[in-house]
């Protein structure tokens, strides 16, 4: 069974930066995307970033020029490095993962088949 483990999150003032960390075990598919979704308190989920089997990303325009997301070479361990953070940043994040090479968009990325039970962000 494919397992995702996210840490790194935490409490930050506005402006701070963190980067949160998926530790992913257990993936046998040759192609698969990984990545973060959040979930605002009272709202639905949002997708942030997403990374493809071959290494193209995609980001959400509400966190453009402050989030970046990477993985290691054994695509066993993402990032999400969050900077310039803002009050609106605040969520729960997620790690996801879906059987498919490439992704389509952001909003697809909270639908992933595999997710992790998440790390709270919170800004102040």
């Known amino acids: 069974d494919v397992q995702l483990v996210e840490s790194g999150g935490g409490s930050v003032e506005v402006g701070g930066s963190l980067r949160l960390s998926c530790a992913a075990s257990?993936?046998?598919?040759?192609?698969?995307?990984m990545g973060w979704f959040r979930q605002k308190p009272g709202l639905g989920r949002e997708g942030v970033a997403a990374?493809?089997?071959?290494?193209?990303?995609t980001i959400a325009d509400s966190v453009k020029g402050r989030f970046s997301i990477s993985k290691d070479n054994a695509g066993s361990t993402l990032y999400l490095q969050v900077n310039s953070l803002e009050i609106e940043d605040t969520a729960m994040y997620y790690c996801?993962?879906?059987?498919?090479?490439?992704?389509?968009?952001?909003?697809?990325?909270?639908?992933?088949?595999?997710r992790g039970q998440g790390t709270q962000v919170t800004v102040s």
């Open positions: 996801a993962v879906q059987t498919k090479a490439t992704v389509d968009t952001v909003i697809a990325i909270p639908d992933f088949r595999f």
């Open positions: 257990g993936i046998t598919y040759r192609s698969y995307s």
């Open positions: 990374i493809d089997t071959r290494g193209s990303v």
